[in-house]
Every structure is written in C-alpha cells, then in structure tokens.
C-alpha cells in the first residue's frame, strides 16, 4: 500500500539552528499538509500545500518556518532558526484531491528536540 | 471556530470489553468527520470516517455515527483486543477557500487493553 514517508524519523538540534525535515508523499497525490503535536497536546495544522504554492496556513506558521517541493517527489518543511517550543512531533500528510471527506495519509512523523 | 471535544484518557479494559470513546465537536459549517489511530511507534492511520449526517463509518470491527443532533462522533467496538491499544483520534474537517482539507483534531485518547 503506498505511504507517505518522512526522514529523519528523530532529529536534535540547538536552539537556532536551521533544520530541514523531508517528506515524500504518495506519489498521485496533489495536496500536501504539516501538521505537529507537541508532547501531550493536539495534533495541529501548520500548512497545506497544492500546485505549487501554499494554499492555506495557520498563525503558527510564522516566518520562521517555510515549505517546498523541491522536485516532483520531495515535500520539505524548513524551520530557520529553532526555538525551544518548536521541539514536537512533525508529522507530513498528502491526499489525492481537495474536497472535503477526502482521507487524508499521514506519514509516521519526525520527531524534533530543540536543546 | 472548529473545534473536537474527546474524553480524556487513558481508558484501560480488559480484552473483549465493550469500547466507548466520546467525541463531540463544534463546527462552523457541514463536516465530515474522521477517527485516526496512532499505534505505539507509527503515524496516524484513518480508522473511518462519515461525510454526512446518519452515516456510519466502520472497519476492523469499530464504528462511529455521525449525529448531526447532538453533534457527537462516538468510536465503539463490541470486543476490543490487546492489539487495540494505542492513541484514538476524533477530527473533522470542513471545506476551505484555499483548497486542501483541513483536520481539526481532539486531544487523543489512549486506549490500553490488558489481558
């Protein structure tokens, strides 16, 4: 069954530093999300993603975080300078079409610890 | 705005016991709504779901009914197993401008089934 993947599965990182986290979605899907749980909380949107530009984000998508598809696999989600409170779980999604009731996969998620 | 409601954690019962997890939600507009599961080390798999009102939602012996009267989307099984422990996640998602689908996620509820 195709899955949505997403490296590194756990990544450490000082506070401002820069980090990269990749996701490649199911191969026929058109619409792209992040979404992050921080430890013992919801799971919240960060972003949604569909040709080639973002479609909508929330207020926790400030400037310091940033997405792209590089090429016609890849989904990345870019943090610029890592805050303490940005340490959470990153999970990357892809669905096939928009409309609403359509699933939605969720790769297994990157989890983020800033020290 | 969207909300989702669910009852808190964790819920521990013994194999083949009855399963009840409560979620109700807020909602702007129509949704649909959505049961994810997290397994101890995975991602967030969809359980089921229900796209309109009296729809039920079903699989692996789970389901949920979408009652648009007291706005309530509660999980079920009749028997659940050892290898139904893990985290249980009500959302919804309603249509945006902006394209793609976005879930508003409940808190989670862990669910442990012992012997």
């Known amino acids: 069954e195709p899955e949505v993947t997403q490296t590194p599965s756990h990544q450490v990182t000082q506070m401002g530093q820069e980090v990269i986290l990749r996701c490649v979605p199911i191969?026929?899907?058109?619409?792209f999300y992040w979404y992050r749980q921080i430890l013992g909380q919801k799971v919240e949107f960060l972003v949604s993603?569909?040709?080639?530009?973002?479609?909508?984000k929330s207020e926790i998508f400030d400037d310091q975080f940033s997405v792209e598809r590089p090429d016609g696999s890849n989904f990345t989600l870019k943090i610029r300078s890592t805050k303490l409170e940005d340490s959470a779980m990153y999970f990357c999604?892809?669905?096939?079409?928009?409309?609403?009731?359509?699933?939605?996969?969720f790769g297994e998620g990157s989890w983020l610890t800033v020290v | 705005g969207n909300s989702v409601t669910q009852m808190e954690g964790p819920v521990t019962l013994s194999e083949e016991a009855f399963l009840t997890i409560n979620c109700t939600y807020t909602?702007?507009?129509?949704?649909?709504l959505f049961w994810y599961v997290q397994y101890p080390g995975e991602g967030l798999q969809l359980l089921l779901k229900?796209?309109?009102?009296?729809d039920k939602g079903s699989n692996k012996g789970f389901e949920a009914t979408y009652r648009k009267e007291t706005t309530s989307f509660h999980l079920e099984k009749g028997s659940v197993q050892v290898s139904d422990s893990a985290v249980y996640f009500c959302?919804?998602?309603?249509?945006?401008?902006?394209?793609?689908?976005?879930?508003?996620f409940g808190t989670g509820t862990q669910l442990k089934v012992e012997l």
């Open positions: 993603f569909y040709n080639n530009e973002i479609s909508e």
């Open positions: 191969s026929n899907h058109l619409y």
């Open positions: 999604a892809s669905s096939d079409k928009g409309a609403l009731g359509n699933t939605i996969y």
């Open positions: 229900a796209t309109k009102a009296d």
């Open positions: 959302a919804l998602s309603d249509r945006r401008a902006g394209g793609g689908n976005k879930l508003t």
């Open positions: 909602a702007t507009g129509y949704p649909s």
